[in-house]
T-cell receptor, first 113, second 114 residues
Framework: DAKTTQPPSMDCAEGRAANLPCNHS???????VYWYRQIHSQGPQYIIH???NNETNEMASLIITEDRKSSTLILPHATLRDTAVYYC??????????????FGKGTHLIIQP | NAGVTQTPKFQVLKTGQSMTLQCAQD?????MSWYRQDPGMGLRLIHY???????DQGEVPNGYNVSRSTTEDFPLRLLSAAPSQTSVYFC?????????????FGDGTRLSIL
């Protein structure tokens, strides 16, 4: 059973904000929401994570709903280099333990020039 | 600023051959792990280590061995390669298994078994 649900693909115009949704209705109280992305043929890249509060770093912002059942990753000014598969992952840890990080199929974000 | 380094980047093997995929990190990270990624699928955990001398199995450990004699290195051994092990292999590390520590990934080893 998938713990997160993401749209399989999205398009966004270059220079606009890209908003990637993730549903995680069965999230437990001690699970963090992590976002990673994988640019074609490269290893996954960490973007951001959060527990309850909204978070922002130099790459993106993470908005988590008050009931924590969904979240949105925001890339404020998308560039062509942001074209990648984006993964929303729940984990109590950084990825330690037998569960590791459960990568689903993610969202293929395509930035259009 | 090497981060996580994987070698080789590409490898072709014949069925039944053995080989070792190398992974090294220079960030003094405690936690290291190996994933495989098959076409159109997400990553699946093979083995992991929470520190030197400690290893454990992940979701798909069969056909693979690991050891962790130093903090820096975490090699993955294929004992007798099979075509089903054709995949892209990623090594990852993090400072610890504590909450909120991001994983750092290498660029992968692309392995084909004929």
């Amino acid at each position: 059973d998938a713990k997160t649900t993401q749209p399989p693909s999205m398009d966004c115009a270059e220079g606009r904000a890209a908003n990637l949704p993730c549903n995680h209705s069965t999230i437990s109280g001690n699970e963090y929401v992590y976002w990673y992305r994988q640019i074609h043929s490269q290893g996954p890249q960490y973007i951001i994570h959060g527990l309850k509060n909204n978070e922002t770093n130099e790459m993106a912002s993470l908005i988590i709903t008050e009931d924590r059942k969904s979240s949105t990753l925001i890339l404020p000014h998308a560039t062509l280099r942001d074209t990648a598969v984006y993964y929303c992952i729940l984990s109590m840890y950084s990825g330690g333990g037998a569960d590791g990080l459960t990568f689903g199929k993610g969202t293929h974000l395509i930035i259009q020039p | 600023n090497a981060g996580v380094t994987q070698t080789p980047k590409f490898q072709v093997l014949k069925t039944g051959q053995s080989m070792t995929l190398q992974c090294a990190q220079d960030m003094n990270h405690e936690y290291m792990s190996w994933y495989r990624q098959d076409p159109g699928m997400g990553l699946r955990l093979i083995h992991y280590s929470v520190g030197a001398g400690i290893t454990d199995q992940g979701e798909v450990p069969n056909g693979y061995n690991v050891s962790r004699s130093t903090t820096e290195d975490f090699p993955l051994r294929l004992l007798s390669a099979a075509p089903s092990q054709t995949s892209v292999y990623f090594c990852a590390s993090s400072y610890s298994t504590a909450k909120g520590q991001p994983q750092h990934f290498g660029d992968g080893t692309r392995l084909s078994i004929l």
